[in-house]
């Protein structure tokens, strides 16, 4: 059973770049999933889609996000990251990260949830 688990610092300072990683368990992140998402659900809010990384290493990301969003897959260590950069206060939210166990882009198919990290950003 595929595990996952988010680590990174939990206080940003506004301008800085927001670094996040998802660290995988329990199986390969090249072989487990169609893909790999980072989920974010911001104060009093709901859940927001950043992006997801294809095995082949190919990324969606959010068109609201897109401009400042990077995600990627260190293999080796079987991680992927998020990297968000010029963040604000309105980027302070709790950060999950999942498996897509289908090819569509949807909540239903996500599995593996991590524990989620806050990440507050905040001068």
């Known amino acids: 059973q595929v595990q996952l688990q988010e680590s990174g610092p939990g206080l940003v300072k506004p301008s800085q770049t927001l670094s996040l990683t998802c660290t995988v368990s329990?199986?390969?992140?090249?072989?487990?999933?169609?893909?790999w998402a980072w989920i974010r659900q911001p104060p009093g809010k709901g859940l927001e889609w950043i992006g997801h990384?294809?095995?082949?290493?190919?990324?969606d990301i959010s068109p609201s996000l897109k401009s400042r969003t990077s995600i990627s897959r260190e293999t080796s260590k079987n991680q992927f990251t998020l990297q968000l950069s010029s963040v604000t206060p309105e980027d302070t939210a709790v950060y999950y990260c999942?498996?897509?166990?289908?090819?569509?882009?949807?909540?239903?198919?996500?599995?593996?949830w991590g524990q989620g990290t806050l990440v507050t950003v905040s001068s």
């Open positions: 999942a498996g897509g166990a289908w090819m569509e882009r949807s909540y239903k198919y996500l599995e593996g």
């Open positions: 329990g199986g390969s992140i090249t072989s487990n999933y169609y893909y």
């Open positions: 990384i294809y095995h082949a290493g190919n990324t």
